[in-house]
DNA sequence: CTGAAAGCGCTTACAG
DNA sequence: CTGAAAGCGCTTACAG
């Protein structure tokens, strides 16, 4: 350690700014120059010190993705997504954690640890509107998910109202008429903003049903124990339902295990409908009918975006006036995955997990 | 952005050592001198640039976490229990995907970044003891997982053979006989090193069973797909096993979800034991018994091991010569957690999910 | 095509 | 208790 542009310089003879031409790959150098800078690189096993570099070009090739919960495989996944996204870019990303709380998506989003990164991707439970009118200076930011906030910045998530009327109407269209929607989080149930559950209204409102109150049920997270204690209460109801909307995969999981704790069978009894479509929904003793947003897509528009308000504050003139950003929304497609939680059979494109 | 020591320290008037000082808690500052560049701080909303604080001190404050598998919840869960322990240290983590591929294992051995974290835990899959020698340099690095390395590294790792028995001998103790070993990998099938096979085999061979070759089968890798995969060619067999001890909780969910499309009842007909302890393992239509590695200790006692070894090095009296590192072997405790999947019904302390 | 020099924002001996 | 100055390892106008 402690190999430098100035030692390599030394030994090949020539100057440090030849070298960091050569290392950064400049076009005019000649043939023979660089063919000693080079041997002389490999020699000493010179290494570029990033920080340094970070320090004096102001950009570190490093963007943040700071997402709720990394147990839950939808954000495991959705970071993969973004970490492929980003390689394509040159850009490593740096994996945040935020348990969902509004101070840390505040303190993240105001640019915690922003001298670090050159942007970031912020998928938000709690944060509200206010906050991030707060946010004064700190790296281009990209918001991911379902909330939906007035406030300068692009804005990538899947048609939430679009693809909950997809569930709901599938349900519908089994002849269910008892629909329960899962997994409103308790602070969020007044919002407008709760897309999933606007969704699930309106269909019903649609096919000529009503939206029964008592079918809505708050939960405290999106875990599988969410899921869980919601299922229990929904079945200790006069007239309990005969389907259930939850609000992601996991919702779904814990109230599919207490329907088989209870022996009712699904989806005869019971029919259940996720979100996410994580592999575990795959895997249970039933299979789970869910809606896939199209992971890749959000990744990638959520990189590009990103990369592409990067690029243009370094070049911005007469520094970007933030005030002046337009704010982009960008809705990713999404598609409905039928499996047995709702037709009691695998679809036909995945029959069985192993043929046999 | 913009805003540095030496514009607080004009504001002040005082000279940049002083603010820097202030920033930094020394404790010999005349109380007037303070309180007048806490106010230019304030004011300024001077924030320190944490990068130049790197490449002068040459501490980033960061620490890298490298794990084969984000969507693994073992992995997830032992990303958050690492970024817990680090926070106490003050440090900063950040997570690195390999895909379990000895390229990139090597590569982040070597010391990819190595500019920019202070360290590194590293849980390798097909990492070789000879690219561990082959690292010349590079900060220092933690080990974590089931593979062993005859190199100068902390390890911290449960004792597998002794967790592998446990489980084993739990299902010995139901009286199966047929017991098959899922998820060795196949490069690895060979290698003395693979201690739950080991355990497994060792086991058999203490209760005066045969461990039979036929009932170990190799998988392309540790998820789902290679359980279900590996459980059809078990069932194939003309005397399919009457128990599975999986080399993790995922092979074994897969494994479950083929014996639940057969129509074999678990634990009657196949009892099932998974190696992790993942939240998925609680909520199948079947809960799994497991054995449970105490990730908390784990996590801890790799941060405690790491942060020692950088502030050895920091301090390290003519340069911390390598190979007068003495490594240390760390075993934290593991459980058995007995769920249906071998005995039919959940333990006595999780009786039910949900209570009614 | 290449060199000498300034400066990114800090910390840290060295003085006083 | 505080200041002036060097230097961490780079990049980048400015010359030539």
Redesign the interface.
């Known amino acids: 350690?402690g190999v430098s542009l100035k030692d390599v310089a030394l030994r090949a003879g020539v100057s440090v700014k030849t070298v960091s031409n050569v290392v950064n790959n400049y076009p005019h150098i000649r043939p023979g120059t660089r063919e000693r800078v080079q041997r002389a690189i490999d020699e000493l096993?010179y290494?570029p010190?990033?920080?340094?570099r970070?320090?004096r070009t102001g950009r570190?090739g490093i963007i943040a993705l700071a997402v709720p919960e990394?147990?839950n495989?939808y954000f495991?996944?959705l970071?993969?997504a973004v970490?492929d996204a980003a390689a394509h870019h040159g850009h490593?990303v740096?994996?945040d954690?935020t348990a969902g709380l509004r101070t840390n998506e505040t303190l993240v989003s105001q640019g915690f640890?922003?001298?670090?990164i050159d942007g970031l991707i912020l998928s938000p439970i709690q944060l509200e509107n206010e906050d991030l009118l707060r946010r004064?200076?700190g790296p281009p930011l990209v918001l991911l998910g379902e909330r939906e906030y007035d406030a300068p910045y692009d804005h990538i998530a899947i048609d939430n109202v679009a693809a909950a009327r997809l569930a709901v109407r599938h349900l519908l269209d089994l002849g269910r008429r008892r629909i329960a929607f899962v997994g409103a989080r308790r602070e969020t149930l007044r919002q407008p903003a709760h897309l999933r559950l606007r969704g699930w209204r309106e269909e019903i409102l649609r096919a000529g049903g009503t939206p029964r109150d008592e079918l809505v049920v708050a939960t405290d997270g999106y875990d599988?124990?969410d899921g869980?204690?919601a299922?229990?209460r929904l079945l200790?109801l006069p007239e309990p339902p005969d389907a259930v909307f939850a609000y992601n995969d996991l919702v779904a999981?814990?109230a599919?295990?207490?329907l088989?704790?209870r022996g009712l069978r699904v989806p005869q009894d019971v029919a259940v409908v996720g979100f996410d479509d994580i592999?575990?929904g795959?895997?249970?003793?039933?299979s789970l009918t869910t809606v896939a947003p199209d992971k890749a897509a959000i990744a990638r528009l959520a990189v590009d975006c990103l990369i592409a308000r990067i690029e243009a504050g370094a070049g911005g003139a007469a520094g970007a006036d933030r005030a002046a950003i337009v704010p982009r929304r960008i809705l990713p497609g999404h598609t409905l995955v039928v499996r047995e939680s709702t037709t009691g059979r695998a679809r036909a494109a995945e029959p069985?997990?192993?043929p046999?």
């Open positions: 350690m096993g290494r010190n990033a920080t340094a970070h320090l570190s990394l147990g495989p495991a996944d970071a993969a970490i490593t740096l994996l954690h640890r922003s001298h670090l004064t200076d599988r124990l869980a204690v299922m229990t200790a999981l814990g599919l295990r207490v088989a704790e592999e575990d795959r895997y249970g003793g039933v069985r997990l192993v046999g």
